[in-house]
């Protein structure tokens, strides 16, 4: 029987000579998330933007309701998109269920809070400093918008790497909705649940070490932005 450290190796085995069937969970793992990020960059943008500039009836409760989708449980999330694109559902006829595109709108649904929250909060603060500025010089909310986007876009470059962050780490959700199918769903966290699940511990230690070099790359690039980020404010 093989040892912890036997399967450590193989697994870094696995990693260094890329294994196909690695590489093709890797892959679809990245195009998910890297798709749901950018579709929720498309929503939560706009929508973070018109929060902190814009003042309309109802503004306070949607802030607060867009902070508080920020911790949705993503097995809710997994429920609601199930239900949406079941058999039974409003959705159903379109026959997204276990497929990639369902895992993208799942996590797209966790995503889009996040960086709509973190939008808002950036531009408010920007807004505070601009905003007598910006009023002399006449800019109309699409200028203020642009402007608040251009100035903030290191920290907002953060949010986007926060949001790839919680959809490569999530599992729940995809689970749900995608099913964990061999050659179609299986994505690096929901192979790590089976793989460890059934004692494939080479494969799910292998997936593990990309997940975990993932995080670092991504916690590196982050740390650049700030540095970046101070450059600029002190530029």
Do not use: C, K
Not at 78 to 103: D, Q
Request: aromatic fraction near 6%; charge should be neutral; hydrophobic fraction near 60%.
């Amino acid at each position: 029987m093989p040892t912890l450290t036997d399967s450590f190796l193989t697994a870094v085995g696995l990693v260094l000579s890329a294994d196909a069937d690695l590489i093709e969970i890797v892959g679809l793992s990245l195009r998910v998330s890297l798709t749901a990020v950018v579709l929720a960059a498309l929503i939560g943008l706009p929508l973070g933007a018109a929060l902190a500039v814009f003042r309309f009836r109802g503004r306070s409760a949607l802030v607060v309701l867009v902070n508080a989708l920020m911790g949705l449980p993503p097995v809710v999330v997994g429920l609601v998109v199930y239900l949406a694109f079941s058999a039974s559902g409003p959705f159903g006829v379109f026959g997204l269920l276990y497929t990639p595109t369902a895992m993208i709108i799942a996590q797209t649904v966790l995503v889009f809070p996040i960086i709509a929250a973190l939008t808002r909060a950036t531009l408010s603060d920007l807004l505070q400093e601009y905003d007598e500025t910006l009023r002399i010089l006449g800019a109309n909310r699409v200028d203020v918008i642009a402007t608040l986007l251009w100035d903030g876009r290191f920290t907002l470059a953060t949010a986007l790497l926060a949001g790839l962050g919680r959809a490569l780490a999530e599992v729940g959700a995809v689970m749900l909705v995608g099913g964990n199918i061999d050659h179609v769903t299986r994505v690096m966290t929901t192979a790590i649940a089976l793989e460890t699940s059934r004692g494939a511990l080479p494969l799910a230690l292998g997936l593990g070490l990309v997940l975990l070099l993932l995080t670092l790359v991504l916690n590196a690039v982050v740390l650049g932005l700030r540095a970046r980020l101070e450059e600029h404010a002190h530029g």
